[in-house]
């Protein structure tokens, strides 16, 4: 709806000629102008502005102004050859090689010196080694290391020597 602010905020902008205003709030503006004095007023005041406006006549500057303003602007800054100065890429390489020289440096750790004589060969039979834990060697099952009947452990069967490439007996079963 156009109120007679919104009629004043077009005029201000677009000038006393309908044909300036904007199309989606043309009409509703000629109607407004149509039926209110107020606004048939702001329209007159704006159409008498922009009369004074389009009789103003401006003329073109005079040469000495033209002149005076050329003198006065500021030159344009001149572009300086681009120099490559050393330290913009010395210092990141210097850098970098520092860095290669220092990580890349051989660490020298002291390895004792212990004769291979010295570490002894142990023949040890595997009972023997069974022998030094609780666990008796005939409880316990040899590939899951779990004593039958004493931790619940799963009933597990050892795993198949069959080879892996052909089917297995239960795959023999089901197709056939």
Same mark, same amino acid.
């Given at each position: 709806?156009?109120?007679?602010?919104? *009629?004043? %905020? /077009? =005029? +201000?902008?677009?000038?006393?000629? $309908?044909?300036?205003?904007?199309?989606?709030? #043309?009409?509703? &503006?000629?109607?407004?102008?149509?039926?209110?004095?107020?606004?048939?007023?702001?329209?007159?005041?704006?159409?008498? *502005?922009? %009369? /004074? =406006? +389009?009789?103003?006549?401006?003329? $073109?500057?005079?040469?000495?102004?033209?002149? #005076?303003?050329? &003198?006065?602007?500021?030159?344009?800054?001149?572009?300086?050859?681009?120099?490559?100065?050393?330290?913009?890429?010395?210092?990141?390489?210097? =850098?970098?090689?520092?860095?290669?020289?220092?990580?890349?440096?051989?660490?020298?750790?002291?390895?004792? &010196?212990?004769?291979?004589?010295?570490?002894?060969?142990?023949?040890?039979?595997?009972?023997?080694?069974?022998?030094?834990?609780?666990?008796?060697?005939?409880?316990?099952?040899?590939?899951?290391?779990?004593?039958?009947d004493v931790l619940g452990c799963p009933a597990a069967t050892p795993p198949?020597?069959?080879?892996?490439?052909?089917?297995?007996?239960?795959?023999?079963?089901?197709?056939?």
């Open positions: 709806m156009m109120t007679l602010d919104r *009629l004043h %905020a /077009l =005029l +201000d902008a677009h000038g006393a000629a $309908p044909e300036r205003w904007p199309d989606g709030e #043309r009409d509703a &503006a000629l109607a407004l102008i149509a039926a209110s004095p107020a606004a048939r007023a702001l329209q007159d005041d704006a159409a008498l *502005l922009d %009369a /004074l =406006l +389009d009789d103003d006549v401006v003329e $073109p500057p005079s040469a000495a102004l033209v002149a #005076r303003i050329v &003198a006065a602007a500021p030159a344009p800054a001149r572009r300086r050859a681009r120099v490559i100065r050393p330290t913009r890429w010395l210092v990141p390489l210097a =850098l970098a090689a520092g860095l290669a020289l220092w990580f890349g440096r051989p660490v020298e750790q002291p390895v004792p &010196a212990i004769p291979i004589a010295a570490l002894g060969v142990y023949e040890v039979g595997s009972d023997e080694l069974l022998a030094l834990s609780d666990v008796e060697p005939l409880d316990t099952d040899a590939w899951t290391d779990c004593p039958d198949s020597t069959e080879p892996l490439s052909g089917p297995s007996t239960d795959e023999r079963r089901i197709w056939s």
